[in-house]
T-cell receptor
């Protein structure tokens, strides 16, 4: 079945460090891929998305490229800030009215 | 600019009690859904609705009921609460089918504890 495997955390980085959070997926057909972010005490917010192979989603300095050959959608940011501390979720949707989420990766950025 | 509004934010229930989590959206979205979030398991779909009068089961529907009498509202009912239903619940909505890559908007969550 459809599923998302996400890098386990927690991840702790110093401010201005480079961030990568790995995400790979298994899906039939051609899924759309998403990264959601959850700040403490809040709901999930869409961070970025890609709807077809080789698309790059980007937002707030974060990027992820839809790689069909490696079934991956890794999240990257060149220089993290304290305000990026949150839980990040990779997710996919196919044609079945359903979003499949990864387990989430908690990121803590220290000054 | 309310978006998706969930109530209550926090609730403690005793085993066997029933309750309803309310969800309302003001964006005229066709599609609404309920997820639960448990540690180490991400979010899992409970029930969803593609429009008023239409509901369907998701991945973990047992112990929950939903109805969609209006476009705006999508309440989630716990019929007889069990400790296994202790979780954080999120309501979500989108313009149409989620599968088309539409942006999905989430509420702020409802923290439920069943003792």
């Amino acid at each position: 079945g459809d599923s998302v495997t996400q890098m386990e955390g927690p991840v702790t980085l110093s401010e201005e460090a480079f961030l990568t959070i790995n995400c790979t997926y298994t899906a039939t057909g051609y899924p759309s891929l998403f990264w959601y972010v959850q700040y403490p005490g809040e709901g999930l917010q869409l961070l970025l998305k890609a709807t077809k192979a080789d698309d790059k989603g980007s937002n707030k300095g974060f990027e992820a490229t839809y790689r069909k050959e490696t079934t991956s959608f890794h999240l990257e940011k060149g220089s993290v800030q304290v305000s990026d501390s949150a839980v990040y979720f990779c997710a996919l949707s196919t044609g079945a009215n359903n979003l499949f989420f990864g387990t989430g990766t908690r990121l803590t950025v220290i000054p | 600019n309310a978006g998706v509004t969930q109530t209550p934010k926090f609730q403690v229930l005793k085993t066997g009690q029933s309750m309803t989590l309310q969800c309302a959206q003001d964006m005229n979205h066709e599609y609404m859904s309920w997820y639960r979030q448990d540690p180490g398991m991400g979010l899992r779909l409970i029930h969803y609705s593609v429009g008023a009068g239409i509901t369907d089961q998701g991945e973990v529907p047992n112990g929950y009921n939903v109805s969609r009498s209006t476009t705006e509202d999508f309440p989630l009912r716990l019929l007889s609460a069990a400790p296994s239903q202790t979780s954080v619940y999120f309501c979500a909505s989108s313009y149409s089918r989620q599968a088309a890559g539409n942006t999905i908007y989430f509420g702020e969550g409802s923290w439920l504890t069943v003792v």
